[in-house]
């Protein structure tokens, strides 16, 4: 398990860009598959992107494809998640988490499938 800390959020106008961070500390950092969700008020928790254990491959919900990039960088134990062309609908509390997967080519989608979570960051974007 890693204990992970979110920041970056803010309040933004629609089509600014934010860059959530999410730093990661414990034993162990490779090896674990990364995903951002967003639980907005009164919704459930939803995926978000998601990111294998070296970041070879990256998965979006369509909401946010091609607006939004996931990417690692092990060296610094830290997964980022780059917002651009923010809209309102963007608006939620941002959820970084982790999962031990080993050398796996993939990483979970949903968010049952993760072991370790983030506090939260707010990202809320104006009209």
């Known amino acids: 398990q890693v204990q992970l800390v979110e920041s970056g959020g803010g309040l933004v106008q629609a089509g600014s860009s934010l860059r959530l961070s999410c730093a990661a500390s414990?034993?162990?950092?490779?090896?674990?598959?990364m995903g951002w969700f967003r639980q907005a008020p009164g919704k459930e928790r939803e995926f978000v992107a998601t990111?294998?254990?070296?970041?070879?491959?990256?998965a979006y919900a369509d909401s946010v494809k091609g607006r939004f990039t996931i990417s690692r960088d092990n060296t610094k134990n830290t997964v980022y998640l780059q917002m651009n062309s923010l809209k309102p609908e963007d608006t939620a509390v941002y959820y970084c988490?982790?999962?031990?997967?080993?050398?796996?080519?993939?990483?979970?989608?949903?968010?049952?499938?993760?072991?370790?979570w983030g506090q939260g960051t707010q990202v809320t974007v104006s009209s």
């Open positions: 414990g034993l162990t950092f490779n090896k674990y598959a």
């Open positions: 988490a982790a999962v031990w997967t080993g050398y796996s080519s993939r990483a979970p989608s949903t968010a049952n499938q993760y072991d370790s």
């Open positions: 990111i294998t254990w070296n970041g070879d491959s990256t």
